[in-house]
């Protein structure tokens, strides 16, 4: 979450390197809300550039978003209006007498939980901002999919794409370690504009789905669906109407799981 990262510090190249013109995201959020019977009041934490949290609302939901990184909150704000921008720390909040009908946490966030302590930290937030019966929506990296494949590939991914008329290009190199359960990533980033080269690094909790699942009951949560797609980071992605698939065994985690009633 505080690891140094250059699209978390430049929101707008974060959206110009993972652009979504058709709110991939965003629909399939909603339609995940919608198809369990959500309420209208919902916390997207970890919102990062605000633009799934601004869909949502723009379908008529009641809609705070919560991040740790304050240029993601200043772009969330000027460019995404009409939620609520607030900042927090997904590992661990308190946003007191606030309750929400649906807890969202896209693209990852939660694997920057990287310990048994810090996910159960999360999920133990979820349940004090929620309202009885509310629902946490996620969507991640498959912890199972990449501890098998350890070692991963040696060779690393290249993307280039342009920002502003300055040629960006980006090597990403992922490890796994097994032991800690970690999928580390380093990725270095070059420009056409004579900017010195940026190194990053970050890191993923790699949780198996019957970790997840194990998590969200011992947290009085009801898992409603678990599978690896179809959704809005899958190849083929999700599509208006899909239905879950219902195996874990792909790269990419979904889950919809009920706060039950106390």
Same mark, same amino acid.
Request: net charge neutral.
């Given at each position: 979450m505080d690891d140094a990262n250059l699209l978390t510090d430049n929101p707008a190249l974060y959206e110009a390197r993972f652009p979504d013109p058709v709110n991939l995201a965003g629909r399939w959020t909603e339609d995940s809300l919608r198809r369990y019977g959500?309420?209208?009041?919902?916390?997207?934490?970890?919102?990062?550039?605000?633009?799934?949290?601004?869909?949502l609302h723009a379908a008529g939901r009641t809609v705070t978003?919560?991040?740790?990184?304050?240029?993601?909150?200043?772009?969330?704000?000027?460019?995404?209006p009409g939620p609520e921008y607030l900042r927090a720390d997904l590992?661990?909040?308190d946003l007191g007498a606030r309750?929400?009908?649906?807890?969202?946490?896209l693209d990852s966030a939660l694997l920057y939980c990287r310990t048994d302590a810090e996910l159960d930290s999360f999920l133990a937030s979820c349940r004090r901002c929620l309202a009885s019966g509310g629902l946490l929506v996620a969507e991640m990296r498959n912890g199972a999919y990449f501890l098998r494949r350890a070692p991963l590939p040696t060779r690393p991914s290249v993307h280039t794409f342009t920002h502003r008329g300055? @040629?960006?290009?980006?090597?990403?190199?992922? /490890?796994?370690? %097994?032991?800690? #359960?970690?999928?580390h990533r380093s990725r270095t980033w070059t420009t056409d504009d004579g900017t010195p080269p940026v190194e990053q690094r970050s890191a993923w909790r790699l949780l198996r789905p019957e970790e997840l699942r194990h998590a969200l009951t011992a947290h009085g949560f009801?898992?409603? @669906?678990?599978?690896?797609?179809?959704?809005? /980071?899958?190849? %083929?992605?999700? #599509?208006?109407?899909?239905?879950?698939?219902?195996?874990t065994d792909a790269d990419r985690l979904h889950v919809i799981a009920r706060l039950m009633k106390g």
């Open positions: 959500a309420g209208p009041r919902v916390l997207d934490i970890g919102c990062g550039t605000g633009r799934d949290a601004a869909y978003g919560a991040d740790l990184s304050l240029a993601m909150l200043a772009h969330a704000r000027r460019e995404h590992r661990e909040f309750r929400f009908d649906a807890v969202v946490c300055i @040629a960006h290009r980006s090597v990403t190199r992922l /490890r796994v370690d %097994p032991a800690a #359960r970690l999928l009801e898992v409603l @669906a678990l599978h690896d797609g179809p959704g809005p /980071r899958t190849e %083929p992605p999700w #599509r208006e109407g899909d239905l879950p698939a219902g195996a």
